[in-house]
């Protein structure tokens, strides 16, 4: 099992580095001289060349490479020009409205699709069934932003039962806050409630036939123990991992539902990064994100070992 | 192959026609979209970038079905303009992707050598969220209408890789390859007769969603603004323009959003009733 971990480990390491080589190529990539682009038409030749050398940019590309492992390896991913703070700081800054609308995000979307998931396998074939297969697919080709603005239409304009749009200002509390993110985080819980209701399904069809689930109904248990605790336990491995996946792919929807909602997060940062070209702050939230991604399926992995005696290398 | 296993299926014969129906009435709908889109210029009543102040933010009606815009565009015709554009846009990242995606998936699974690196590579570019590595690649390489093309048939070229060169591993050790190879036939020519064209039925269904959430991150690239240029008419343009009206003039937002919507929809019921015509032990319900 030590062997396994290690292997996992190594794994993840190894597309970590693969990771930061891509980000370090990606935004190296620009035409264009990117401190110039950065200090925009009205730079003087001067300017352009100190922030060429306070970023670095007149090393050649090699030494940038090593200087830039360097600085990450050391927990610095750099420092925004723009924002005039490192980007840690800045991505730290903005971290609360993207974790807790990822989090409500998904806990939406699975109570919404494992439910559905479980007893559409449970009835495969019926009218509920197709309709659940029908309706995935729907939710899957809503885009969540346009969700977004429906959902602003309908619960904030008209209703008024939620805030249209923002964070709450400066001293908003808690609640408050949180009250800001019911809107967002039902525009991609939906959305993505569709992805895990399909593996639910998927995954509970494979075990429901299983000899285990037939002798735990000869017993004579009542269906509910039978599809919870034998048949939902063991089909719960790929629905976690898509729960998982899926979390971590929430980010990407943040992305775009932070700005429909005006929201001070790391979606609308990088947003805003890549409208001014804030190449260091472009650079540090694909590295932070990247690495979350990597992380949960590390996490994952690891989550199997505990939670399945079967799973042993 | 297909045919191979046509007969199996023989059980489940209701459940094939109706899978069969849900691939052609996807086929239909996708094929309307593209009919609409092709003959715009003939359908629309009126031009995309027809200004009308004094008909502004006009709500549906017989004069314009889809209502009008803040600039007092025709919503109808210019829906109708952005799905030339989308398609196009869609179609052409997924072609790239295919081509990139197709070529990294045979070589790594013919070439252990190739194999770590190229699979590495693509381990490293699925931990990226497809947007924002999209957002990204148009932010280093400057926003065009090329470059979003670029940057999203470099996002999706790691799925068709990863599932060309899962394939090729086990096509390459299948006695017919080997056959081949003893009789002393050209690995490039294996690799395109014998290995690549065995691929065509997962590739066709992959393809299939990607044209799909090629489109959808398309419009969400838009909407954001760091896609095409805010005055050309695309659903996602078309959105965002409508966003500031939202409450005010809902159609302006809805039916671009509905464009989108029928249009994935009806891409991923041809991908799915493609991969069970194509693939039956692939079928999700079995």
Known sequence: ??????????????????????????????????????????????????????????????????????????????????????????????????????????????????????????????????????????????????????????????????????????????????????????????????????????????????????????????????????????????????????????????????????????????????????????????????????????????????????VRY | MAASSAGVDAPRISTLILQRRTLAIGLAVIATITLLAVLAPLIAPYAPNKLSIVNRLKPPSATWFFGTDEFGHDVFSRTIYAGQLSLVVGAAATALAGVVGITLGVVAGFFRKADGVVSRIIDAMMAFPDILLAIALVAALGPSLATVIIALGIVYAPRLARIVRASTLVIRELPYVEAARALGVPTWRIMTRHVLRNLVSPILVQATFIFAYAMLAEAGLSFLGVGVSPEIPTWGTMIASGRQYVGQADWVTIFPGLAIILTVLSLQLVGDGLRDLLDPRLRKDL
């Open chain 1, 1 to 310: 099992m030590t062997r396994y971990v290690l292997q996992r480990l190594l794994g993840m390491l190894t597309v970590m580095f693969t990771v930061v080589t891509i980000v370090f190529i990606i935004v190296r990539v620009a035409p264009g001289d990117p401190a110039a682009v950065m200090l925009g038409p009205d730079a003087t030749p001067a300017d352009v060349e100190a922030l060429r050398v306070r970023l670095g940019l007149d090393q050649p590309l090699p030494i940038q490479y090593v200087y830039f492992l360097a600085q990450l390896a050391r927990g610095d991913l750099g420092h925004s020009i723009f924002l005039d703070m490192p980007v840690a700081s800045a991505l730290l800054d903005r971290a609360e409205p993207t974790f807790f609308l990822t989090l409500f995000a998904i806990l939406i979307a699975s109570a919404i699709a494992l439910p559905v998931g479980i007893m559409s396998a449970y009835r495969r074939g019926s009218l509920f069934d197709q309709s659940v297969t029908t309706l995935t697919m729907l939710a899957a080709s809503i885009p969540s932003f346009w969700l977004g603005l429906i959902l602003i239409q309908v619960f904030a304009v008209r209703l008024g039962w939620f805030p249209v749009a923002g964070y709450g200002g400066p001293d908003a509390s808690f609640l408050t806050r949180m009250s800001h993110l019911v809107l967002p985080a039902t525009a991609l819980g939906v959305v993505s409630s569709a992805l895990i209701t399909r593996f639910t399904r998927a995954s509970m069809l494979d075990v429901l036939n299983d000899d285990y689930v037939r002798t735990a109904r000869s017993k004579g248990m009542g269906e509910f123990r039978v599809v919870m605790k034998h048949a939902f336990k063991n089909a719960l491995i790929p629905v976690l991992t898509v729960v998982g996946l899926t979390a971590a792919l929430l980010v990407s929807g943040a992305v775009v539902t932070e700005t429909v909602f005006s929201l001070p997060g790391v979606g609308n940062l990088v947003v805003s990064a890549v409208l001014r070209r804030d190449y260091p702050v472009i650079q540090g939230a694909l590295l932070v994100i990247a690495a979350i991604y990597v992380l949960i399926n590390f996490g994952i992995d690891m989550l199997y070992l505990m939670i399945d005696p079967r």
